[in-house]
T-cell receptor
């Protein structure tokens, strides 16, 4: 079965600074990869997804993620963080097998300092 | 209306009450999901329906009873809940099971007193 690890539970960055959130997965083949964002008391919103092709994926709100097969990683990046980016971020993994569900990481809570 | 909607957004209930959570998706998807999200715990998958048939039930207590009358609607019937059941309950849908991205509703914040 696949698993997802987000090593950082909390991260604090200054507004305008760059951001990288880490995600590592465990699976034998190349899975489908996703990043979601959740604002307090809200549902999860899909930021971006990787199925195949170009390993650098662009998403909404200025986010991007890079799939690195050799490192089994799919890290999320943003060059300049805005105060409104403060939220919880979840990495998820899926495989293209009928009946297979997404596996979510434990989440990283991002705080933004003014 | 678009996306995934959930009602009510907030619910307070006593341990002896019976209530239901409702989810509706307007995306034409075939699969629907219930998740429980508690403070400081990972997202827990509760139930999965594909084409109105339950395909997953992750050892959820029987005081939670799902119902999927059609591919657009999903209910979670609640009875005799415990205070530890207080959480954010999230509904999601996807094109189908099998690794597709899921789209989430805003959730129902449930408090059991």
């Amino acid at each position: 079965a696949q698993s997802v690890t987000q090593p950082d539970i909390h991260i604090t960055v200054s507004e305008g600074a760059s951001l990288e959130l880490r995600c590592n997965y465990s699976y034998g083949a190349t899975p489908y990869l996703f990043w979601y964002v959740q604002s307090p008391g809200q549902g999860l919103q899909l930021l971006l997804k990787y199925f195949s092709g170009d390993t650098l994926v662009q998403g909404i709100k200025g986010f991007e993620a890079e799939f690195k097969r050799s490192q089994s990683s799919f890290n999320l990046r943003k060059p300049s963080v805005h105060w409104s980016d403060a939220a919880e971020y979840f990495c998820a993994v899926g495989v293209s097998t009928a009946g297979n569900m997404l596996t979510f990481g434990g989440g990283t809570r991002l705080m933004v300092k003014p | 209306e678009t996306g995934v909607t959930q009602t009510p957004r907030h619910l307070v209930m006593g341990m002896t009450n019976k209530k239901s959570l409702k989810c509706e998706q307007h995306l034409g998807h075939n699969a629907m999901y219930w998740y429980k999200q508690s403070a400081k715990k990972p997202l827990e998958l509760m139930f999965v329906y594909s084409l109105e048939e339950r395909v997953e039930n992750n050892s959820v207590p029987s005081r939670f009873s799902p119902e999927c009358p059609n591919s657009s609607h999903l209910f979670l019937h609640l009875h005799t809940l415990q205070p530890e059941d207080s959480a954010l309950y999230l509904c999601a849908s996807s094109q189908d099971t099998g690794g597709y991205e899921q789209y989430f509703g805003p959730g129902t914040r449930l408090t059991v007193t």
